[in-house]
T-cell receptor, first 114, second 113 residues
Framework: GAGVSQTPSNKVTEKGKYVELRCDPI?????LYWYRQSLGQGPEFLIY????????DSGLPNDRFFAVRPEGSVSTLKIQRTERGDSAVYLC????????????FGDGTRLSIL | GENVEQHPSTLSVQEGDSAVIKCTYS??????FPWYKQELGKGPQLIID?????GEKKDQRIAVTLNKTAKHFSLHITETQPEDSAVYFC????????????FGRGTQLTVWP
């Protein structure tokens, strides 16, 4: 079936602007994760949703970052007042509930802040 | 929190040779260890995973071993092929797989024909 879908694949914007990144998880997956990957690094955890609620948002770097998942499926990561240091690839992963379910990643959104 | 270290950062092998990538973790409560392959411009793709109640797992040319006492785990690729060339990441998770993954910094594997 279809995998995790992320849009847009690339986003270029100016410093100070607001951006939204979208994630469509695998159908039926109740767990959804956002990670951020800088060049030459492994992905770093941002936030995890179980259903509609954020079960763990301890990885969000500051209050400019926010994410929602209002209906328990699609999620949107929102970044306010973007800074050049926010430039990275933002990855989304989903997992079915229950023990022993691995996380499946989308191809990410490459965000560039000019 | 968990700290995952991965070595080497780069690895070059001849086609047909074996490749081994090693990771260590710091949190003894971690009990799930996946390995991902990432090609340029793509997201990480799960290739194999192992739980702490198992010492070794194999899937065709790929195997993973886990030493809980020493807190390290390794990826073994046999009979390497040029299409195995990619960046490989190890990761660790505490508790159930519903939890966050802590990733290593990655290993760039190059397989020369």
């Amino acid at each position: 079936g279809a995998g995790v879908s992320q849009t847009p694949s690339n986003k270029v914007t100016e410093k100070g602007k607001y951006v939204e990144l979208r994630c469509d998880p695998i159908s039926g997956h109740t767990a959804l994760y956002w990670y951020r990957q800088s060049l030459g690094q492994g992905p770093e955890f941002l936030i995890y949703f179980q259903g509609t609620g954020a079960a763990d948002d301890s990885g969000l770097p500051n209050d400019r970052f926010f994410a929602v998942r209002p209906e328990g499926s699609v999620s949107t990561l929102k970044i306010q007042r973007t800074e050049r240091g926010d430039s990275a690839v933002y990855l989304c992963a989903s997992s079915s509930s229950g023990q022993g379910r691995p996380q499946h990643f989308g191809d990410g959104t490459r965000l560039s802040i000019l | 929190g968990e700290n995952v270290e991965q070595h080497p950062s780069t690895l070059s092998v001849q086609e047909g040779d074996s490749a081994v990538i090693k990771c260590t973790y710091s949190d003894s409560a971690s009990n799930y260890f996946p390995w991902y392959k990432q090609e340029l411009g793509k997201g990480p793709q799960l290739i194999i995973d192992i739980r702490s109640n198992v010492g070794e797992k194999k899937d065709q040319r790929i195997a993973v071993t886990l030493n809980k006492t020493a807190k390290h785990f390794s990826l073994h690729i046999t009979e390497t092929q040029p299409e195995d060339s990619a960046v490989y990441f190890c990761a660790a998770s505490r508790g159930s797989t519903l939890g966050r993954l802590y990733f290593g910094r990655g290993t760039q594997l190059t397989v020369w024909p």
